[in-house]
T-cell receptor, first 116, second 109 residues
Framework: ETGVTQTPRHLVMGMTNKKSLKCEQH?????MYWYKQSAKKPLELMFV???????ENNSVPSRFSPECPNSSHLFLHLHTLQPEDSALYLC???????????????FGPGTRLTVL | GQNIDQPTEMTATEGAIVQINCTYQ??????LFWYQQHAGEAPTFLSY??LDGLEEKGRFSSFLSRSKGYSYLLLKELQMKDSASYLC??????????WGAGTKLIIKP
């Protein structure tokens, strides 16, 4: 399998549930990203991992908890979410965070999350 | 603050040409990216501009004017499969990508 994969593709959860999103990249990249995409809004960067170390956390609520066990895998653990957290969650990877002007991000298909 | 502006929606006819504009105000500039995103799918990389001028890639071209904070994506010989959202993103001085909200392009027969 090539590129960036994400599971599950769709997730419906209640506000008291705990769930996890998974991302895997097969591109040999060293940086991985979580984005939130809401309708008609720009992509919001949530977290960045570079060589397994978290380098960015853009004021994301603690109910979202990332985990990066190695350069190929990234998780987003979800706990006590709110209905406004419903969105498409995209994972991306690139050669290296701040690796230079030409560093290009490659995206997975996303997880469509609905919080009831 | 940092800002990327692009039209929310555009409509064009199959076989025609369409130009999608993007203007930006960012803290520094380290390149501009265009991505295509079909509904329910991943954004896919289309083009990258860091110097002024036109970059051509088959039916798609991207133009950049750094002095004007302006770029456009030109799509020629439109096909129905070009119906998608087109995202403009600028890499700022901290190498962070600043994203526009995307332009939904509707192609009619």
């Amino acid at each position: 399998e090539t590129g960036v994969t994400q599971t599950p593709r769709h997730l419906v959860m209640g506000m008291t549930n705990k769930k996890s999103l998974k991302c895997e990249q097969h591109l040999g990249h060293n940086a991985m990203y979580w984005y939130k995409q809401s309708a008609k809004k720009p992509l919001e960067l949530m977290f960045v991992y570079n060589f397994k170390e978290q380098t960015e956390n853009n004021s994301v609520p603690s109910r979202f908890s990332p985990e990066c066990p190695n350069s190929s895998h990234l998780f987003l653990h979800l706990h006590t979410l709110q209905p406004e957290d419903s969105a498409l969650y995209l994972c991306a990877s690139s050669q290296e965070w701040a690796g230079g002007p030409t560093d290009t991000q490659y995206f997975g298909p996303g997880t469509r999350l609905t919080v009831l | 603050g940092q800002n990327i502006d692009q039209p929310t929606e555009m409509t064009a006819t199959e076989g025609a040409i369409v130009q999608i504009n993007c203007t930006y105000q960012t803290s520094g500039f380290n390149g501009l990216f265009w991505y295509q995103q079909h509904a329910g799918e991943a954004p896919t990389f289309l083009s990258y501009n860091v110097l002024d001028g036109l970059e051509e890639k088959g039916r798609f071209s991207s133009f950049l004017s750094r002095s004007k904070g302006y770029s456009y994506l030109l799509l020629k010989e439109l096909q129905m499969k070009d119906s998608a959202s087109y995202l403009c993103a600028v890499r700022d001085s901290n190498y962070q990508l600043i994203w526009g909200a995307g332009t939904k392009l509707i192609i009619k027969p």
